[in-house]
Each structure stands twice: as C-alpha cells, then as structure tokens.
C-alpha cells in the first residue's frame, strides 16, 4: 500500500466528519502536490524552514501567517466562499492584521482624528446603513480604521496614539452614519519577515492602494469586513493582497462648506466627501 494511502487512511478515525474531510484531504492534496513537482529533499528542507521562521515571528501584534495567506490570494478565496450571495449586499474584503478591537465609541459625525488635525483637508464619509430591502438599519456598529498620512495604521506605528484613525460608530434610526476623517494613503504591507522575502524573492509589489476599513455588526444581520477604496489610486490594478472589488471603489469630492456641512457635520473649510451605503444581509 502506498505511504499516500496510509497516511490518508490513517486520519479516518476521526469522529467529526468535516475534520475528517478538512484533514484527509489536505493530505492527499499534499501528496499529489510534493508527487507532482517532485520535491527533492533540500527543498522539503527549505519549506519547513520558511514555515517555522514564519510561525517564530508571529506574536498578539503581528500575524505573519495571516500576511501569507493574504499574499497567497488564499484570505480572499475563503471571503469570496463564504460572502457575497447576491448582488445587493455590500461585498467583503480582506480584515488585514491592524484592527484594534474596544476603540472609542464614538457621535455621529465625530473626528477620528487625534492628532495634527488642522494639517489636512477634513474628509467627510456618510451615508446609510441598510438591508437588502432597503429598510434602514439603526444602532449598526460601525468600526472603522485608515492609515495615517505616513502610511501607518495605529497600534503599528509607535508615534501614533491607540484611538488615532479608529472608532466605533453607531447607525442612526434612520441607518445614517457620519465619520470625520482625513484622506488615507497607499500604503506597503509589512516587508520586513518572511512574506517580504518571499514577494521580493517573485518582484511581486508590496503596496495596497488607498483604502479605508469597515466592520458592521448589527443584530439580526450578517457581519461585514470590508473597505472602501480611492478612485484613480495607482494600485488598484495591483493590490498585494488581492483585495480590490469593482463596487468598494469610491468618488471623493472637494467641496466648499455651506450652511448644511457647518450645522451637521462642523465643517467650515473646504473638505472631501464620499458618500457610501452599506447593505447587509439577514443572518
Ligand atoms: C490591511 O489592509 O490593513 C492589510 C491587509 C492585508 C495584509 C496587510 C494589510
Ligand atoms: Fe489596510
């Protein structure tokens, strides 16, 4: 008997029969995989090396396993699986390794801006939160997190405060949301581990075009991990996670305040808007 079906063979005592599936499975498509390429022993070597340097830089802040299945396409296979059963809803994407969970909850309209916030031109996102009928959504949560103009998110970069370019947001009854921002910036994924030599290793790209991150939680409601993405950002055609969908890309608008953005919004100088509505599915 051939050590292929042994090994196989061997995990089908498992009780619960999707382990069993996951597992069989997984090692049958490894066998076909070393059979295939017929793997020499230096490179089986070499594999087990890169797999436990990987694992020796992960810890609570750092995720380099996460990082490689996002560069392997394999976090964007398992969303598309798993997500977006209609046309409707608001497509998902990639979570990433730098949301900060129990951020500052915060009043609509509310800056998530800590720091040096007179520097750049405000950014106005707004919009509604609603279902596939097109019934609004009250009391969603919105989380939501962006780089700075460094193109560094907080938590990561040790000169920004926790809270800076996070919070969380509360849908109104009628499903409307408010965030006060600043533009976010295209920014390169961590290239100092493993992932890194190995994009650098292919002369893959490291840059992810700019984006702004969402995590809507609402009772009776399917969860949605997503971003919405700049038009025109350069890296859109080449994102180094694959996370980019048509529908997530968004217009931003320089606007002139008026008596509306001073009475609603606090804003009196001119600002960026992007106007974007989210719908969730029944769970
Ligand atoms: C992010 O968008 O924050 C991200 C996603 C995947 C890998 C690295 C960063
Ligand atoms: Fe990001």
Partial sequence: ?????????????????????????????????????????????????FLTQT?????????????????LGISMLVDEINHQKNEIQTPSTVFGPFFVENMPVRQYADSIVMEDEELSIPLLIKGKISNLRGEAIANAYVDVWQTADNGMYSGQDPEQQIDNLRGVFVSQGNGAYAIKSILPVS?????????????????????????????IVAEGYQSLVTHIFLENDKYLENDA?????????????????????KTLYGLDRDYYLIEYDFVLSES
């Fill in 241 to 261: 996670v694959f996370g980019v969908k048509d529908r997530l890309i968004v217009r931003h608008q320089l606007k002139q305040p008026d008596d509306q953005s």
């Fill in 55 to 71: 694992g020796q830089l992960c810890h609570e802040q750092r995720q380099e396993y996460i990082l490689l299945s996002d560069v």
């Fill in 1 to 49: 008997m051939s050590v292929t079906i042994q090994a196989v063979q061997s995990f089908q005592c498992i009780s619960d029969a999707r382990h069993r599936t996951l597992i069989t499975t997984l090692v049958q498509k490894l066998h076909d995989y070393v059979q295939e390429v017929q793997l020499t022993e230096t490179e089986w070597l070499q594999a087990i090396q």
């Fill in 187 to 215: 920014y390169q994924i961590p290239s100092d581990g493993t992932v890194g030599k190995l994009l650098s290793y292919a002369k893959r790209t490291f840059w992810r075009p700019a984006h702004i991150h969402f995590k």
